[in-house]
C-alpha cells in the first residue's frame, strides 16, 4: 500500500470513528435492554402471525443503527386474536421484579408513520399492555378467559381528529375502564414514554407515567394493579379487535425495564 493510499484508508477510518461517535456507557439499574443494537430481536419472543410482522429495520431510528417495525393485517391471528406483539424473553425479569409490592420502570420510543391508516368507527387499537398471567386451574379444568389486562396503552382520535395515547387502567377484568392520562402526539417523530408501576392487589400499588419528558399521568395514579399476586407482563406491538380492514405499521426502540427512571429512559 502506497503513502498516499494509506493515508486516505486512515482518514477514512476515523471519519468512520466520528461519525458512529463514541461509545454508550453502559447504565445503571437496566433489567432488560431491547434497543435491536444487535439486528435481531435477541431478548424477544412474540406472538406474530407471520415472520415480516416484527422487522429490525435501519430507519427510522431512535438511537443507535437499529428499530424494530411491527406490522398488522387483517387476519394476521396469534395467540388467538388478531395482534402482532413482542413480549420479553426472560420471564423471570417480570416475575422478579413484578410481583406484589415490586416497583418497575419501563421506557421505550414510539414511531407511528403520519400515513397510518386509522380503523373505521370505534375499533380499539393497543399499542402497548400489561398483561395478568391467567391462574392455574383445578385439575380437568380449562383455565377461566382473563379479560381486559390491568393496564393498557391505546391510540384514538379526538374530537377534534387529533390522535391521542391514551392510558388506561382497570381494577378487575371485568371492571369499568379508568383513564390515568390523555396526551395528543405528533405523528411521523419519535414519542418518548416512561412509565413506573408499582404492582399491588391493593390500593396502594399506582402507575405514573411520562410522555416527551413531560407528565403524562399527572403524578401517581393510585389503585389496583395485579388481578392476583402473579405478575403482569409486557406486550408491545399493535393488537386489536378481528374484522379491521387496515394495515398498519408502527415502530418501536430504545425499549428498557429497570430501577429508575434514568435507568430506563429513552
Known amino acids: 500500500m502506497t503513502r498516499r493510499a494509506a493515508a486516505i484508508s486512515l482518514l477514512a477510518a476515523c471519519a468512520a470513528l466520528a461519525f458512529a461517535g463514541p461509545a454508550a456507557a453502559p447504565r445503571r439499574g437496566v433489567w432488560f435492554c431491547g434497543d435491536f443494537e444487535t439486528g435481531r430481536l ?17 430507519e427510522p431510528v431512535r438511537k443507535g443503527r437499529y428499530a424494530v417495525r411491527i406490522s398488522l393485517a387483517p387476519g394476521d391471528i396469534a395467540a388467538s386474536k388478531e395482534r402482532a406483539e413482542l413480549k420479553v424473553g426472560n420471564k423471570e425479569i417480570e416475575r422478579t421484579h ?6 418497575m420502570w419501563y421506557g421505550w420510543s414510539l414511531w407511528i408513520p403520519t400515513d397510518y391508516a386509522d380503523p373505521p368507527g370505534n375499533q380499539f387499537q393497543i399499542l ?9 386451574a383445578p385439575a380437568g379444568e380449562r383455565p377461566k378467559k382473563m379479560g381486559a ?9 379526538n374530537d377534534e381528529g387529533r390522535h391521542v395515547l391514551l392510558l388506561i387502567g382497570q381494577e378487575s377484568s371485568t371492571g369499568p375502564p379508568r383513564t390515568l392520562g390523555a ?15 408499582r404492582w399491588s392487589t391493593g390500593r396502594d400499588g399506582f402507575v405514573e407515567a411520562w410522555l ?7 403524578g401517581k395514579k393510585y389503585g389496583r ?10 406486550r408491545l406491538g399493535l393488537y386489536r379487535g378481528k374484522g379491521v380492514p387496515t394495515t398498519n405499521h408502527v415502530f ?6 429497570g430501577d429508575s427512571y434514568q435507568a430506563v429512559t429513552p
Open 149 to 157: 389486562p390491568p393496564l393498557t396503552l391505546h391510540l384514538v382520535r
Open 252 to 257: 418501536y426502540d430504545e425499549v428498557r425495564l
Open 42 to 58: 435477541d431478548g424477544w419472543i412474540w406472538d406474530i402471525a407471520r415472520q415480516e410482522r416484527a422487522v429490525v429495520v435501519t
Open 128 to 136: 402497548a399492555q400489561w398483561h395478568q398471567r391467567p391462574e392455574a
Open 98 to 103: 413484578g410481583s406484589q409490592g415490586g416497583e
Open 225 to 234: 394493579t395485579l388481578y392476583s399476586p402473579l405478575s403482569n407482563y409486557l
Open 183 to 197: 396526551r395528543p402526539i405528533r405523528l411521523g417523530t419519535w414519542i418518548d414514554l416512561v412509565f413506573h408501576i
Open 212 to 218: 416527551g419528558g413531560h407528565p403524562f399521568t399527572g
